[in-house]
């Protein structure tokens, strides 16, 4: 893809990113209405279909013949049509928006022939805007982010979201990062992968796990984390997929192998004999 057009879309995805979270902003302050989607604490509210609305119009306008994979599910053509597709969550973290009117965040991704080009994150209470180009390295409000701290996992700052997963508790898994929990210097608890990601990326944790993710939830956290340095995979160490759920573990690299071997360690001991 030529420079040109990757900036210009970088340039679309960051206004995109902030205008979204303004809107965002403004109605919170207005009354709005939250439905359950599979259950009480999946959520979804006016706001996000509009939020969602409001960036897929901007992205087409522009570019026509892209395709889009959101979580709300607003854009009808099937994503695997597209060279180049938009993985966008207009509100990551919508329980926290609901509830806390912080720690939720606009999360953008654009990937091309299945390559992660762009990740844009954007956290609008705080007005922390995180951005990735593949090549060209992480960026928060434009100071560069760079992973070069070592971190051992006793030292290690976590974040997880396997504790309320009831595929994680069939599994065992809750039971292994609760092990985990001990063995590391802290654990915390955001509720929205996409800032998590971004905490990564910053420094601000030292890796993130979870069992069960879509692509909307990871697409642009994923690219951030590995232009400032990070590893990013499955659990198991399997390249992330762009359209489709998988698990995830992004951390500072100087201590991917060691938090794997504990994870999958502990795996091999959970298993039925």
């Keep these: 893809m030529q420079a040109t057009t990757l900036e210009t879309l970088k340039e679309l995805a960051l206004d995109c990113a902030r ?49 889009i994979l959101g979580e709300e599910s607003t854009f009808k053509g099937d994503p695997r049509q597209y060279e180049t597709l938009w993985v966008i969550d207009p509100i990551d973290g919508t329980t926290n928006f609901v509830h ?68 994680a508790e069939q599994m065992g898994i809750d039971q292994i990062v609760k092990k985990l929990a001990g063995k590391v210097r802290g654990m915390r608890l955001l509720g929205s992968a996409a800032l998590e990601m971004s905490y990564v990326a910053a420094g601000r944790l030292d890796g993130y796990v979870s069992l069960s993710l879509n ?44 938090l794997q071997q504990y994870i999958l360690r502990s795996e091999h001991e959970h298993d039925p004999v």
């Design 100 to 167: 806390q009117h912080i720690n939720f965040a606009v999360s953008i991704a654009v990937y091309h022939k299945g390559e992660g080009l762009i990740g844009v994150v954007y956290d609008p209470s705080r007005d922390e805007m995180f951005h990735a180009v593949k090549g060209q390295g992480a960026f928060l409000n434009g100071q560069r982010l760079r992973l070069e701290k070592t971190v051992t996992l006793e030292e290690a700052l976590l974040c997880t979201s396997v504790f309320w997963n009831k595929q």
């Design 215 to 258: 692509a909307w939830d990871f697409g642009a956290g994923r690219i951030l984390v590995e232009e400032a340095g990070g590893r990013v995979t499955s659990m198991d160490g399997k390249p992330l997929p762009f359209d489709q759920k998988s698990s995830v573990m992004a951390c500072n690299p100087t201590f991917y192998e060691e």
């Design 19 to 67: 205008s979204a979270g303004e809107l965002s902003l403004k109605r919170m302050k207005q009354p709005f209405t939250v439905e359950y989607k599979t259950s009480a604490s999946d959520l979804v509210t006016a706001v996000d279909q509009e939020v969602e609305k409001h960036v897929i119009d901007a992205i087409l306008r522009q570019f026509p013949e892209h395709g």
